[in-house]
T-cell receptor, first 116, second 114 residues
Framework: KAGVTQTPRYLIKTRGQQVTLSCSPI?????VSWYQQTPGQGLQFLFE???????NKGNFPGRFSGRQFSNSRSEMNVSTLELGDSALYLCASSLVGGDRDRYEQYFGPGTRLTVT | GENVEQHPSTLSVQEGDSAVIKCTYS??????FPWYKQELGKRPQLIIDIRSNVGEKKDQRIAVTLNKTAKHFSLHITETQPEDSAVYFCAATQNSNSGYALNFGKGTSLLVTP
């Protein structure tokens, strides 16, 4: 079974631009979560989607948004990019997000975003 | 929100020794505690996890213990090998009525020297 995939793997943008990142979960996984990883802050939760609905959101500004499609693929968007948005963006999928007994999350390789 | 503290931030051990990483959490509603290993330039890999109804879990050289009363959990690696060198992250669930998130510790950089 193929793992979680993310595209693109690397991205360079300039301040003020916007960016869209894509995540394809493991087949059959319906919950997708997004995380931002930076050397200073570690792994920080952005949001979680299940059945095309955002169920949980971390403490990030409204410039960070996302969505999930009917096939469980997810995208996240960052508008008006700032230098501090440079980070590795990771998505993770889990089998049945609505089942409290199945929490295991499996990460994709990440998208390395550099804002100049 | 949930706060997860992880210690130490760096750990250096000799091959064959044991390594212990400790985490504490603040939300008493947390009920799932995974550990991830991240090698340089790679994605975090789930290596072991524990649920709140269990006090200890072991998988070969790796074990995790959970003390719900004290709100802390630990990762134990025995007979360490150079390939165990990586950054290890602990996490705890932050549950809401409609979903959940993982709150991560800041990570422990483990170096195993031959």
């Amino acid at each position: 079974k193929a793992g979680v995939t993310q595209t693109p793997r690397y991205l360079i943008k300039t301040r003020g631009q916007q960016v869209t990142l894509s995540c394809s979960p493991i087949s059959g996984h319906r919950s997708v979560s997004w995380y931002q990883q930076t050397p200073g802050q570690g792994l920080q939760f952005l949001f979680e989607y299940f059945s095309e609905t955002q169920r949980n959101k971390g403490n990030f500004p409204g410039r960070f948004s996302g969505r999930q499609f009917s096939n469980s693929r997810s995208e996240m968007n960052v508008s008006t990019l700032e230098l501090g948005d440079s980070a590795l963006y990771l998505c993770a999928s889990s089998l049945v997000g609505g089942d409290r007994d199945r929490y295991e999350q499996y990460f994709g390789p990440g998208t390395r975003l550099t804002v100049t | 929100g949930e706060n997860v503290e992880q210690h130490p931030s760096t750990l250096s051990v000799q091959e064959g020794d044991s390594a212990v990483i400790k985490c504490t959490y603040s939300d008493s509603a947390s009920n799932y505690f995974p550990w991830y290993k991240q090698e340089l330039g790679k994605r975090p890999q789930l290596i072991i996890d524990i649920r709140s109804n269990v006090g200890e879990k072991k998988d070969q050289r790796i074990a995790v213990t959970l003390n719900k009363t004290a709100k802390h959990f630990s990762l134990h690696i025995t007979e360490t090998q150079p390939e165990d060198s990586a950054v290890y992250f602990c996490a705890a669930t932050q549950n809401s009525n409609s979903g959940y998130a993982l709150n991560f510790g800041k990570g422990t950089s483990l170096l195993v020297t031959p």
